[in-house]
């Protein structure tokens, strides 16, 4: 394959990712709270709901409440038991002490 073909296959890619993405916006409680999956453990809580696998580019603190920008992308290949939906952070929007 040469270079103007695997340009064209990694902007085909980019664009699929881009057309089947969405953005939301997620507001972050400021603890970690106990959850359930395939084992316990301590997940982020974003709009009421539990992320079991965290957020691409996020560097979380406790005690604080966060309003982030969130990419929010369908994985490939999902393995078993694992979400099939990925989360980059784009923008953090605000950082509040709580």
Known sequence: MDKRNKIILLLTVILLILII??????NIEPERVDCFG????????????????GIINFDYEEGYEYKLLILRYPKIFPMQDESSIKYVRLITLSKQEI
């Open 21 to 26: 993405a969405s953005f939301k916006i997620f």
């Open 38 to 53: 395939v084992f316990q453990q301590k997940c982020l809580v974003a709009n009421g709901d539990f992320l079991y696998e």
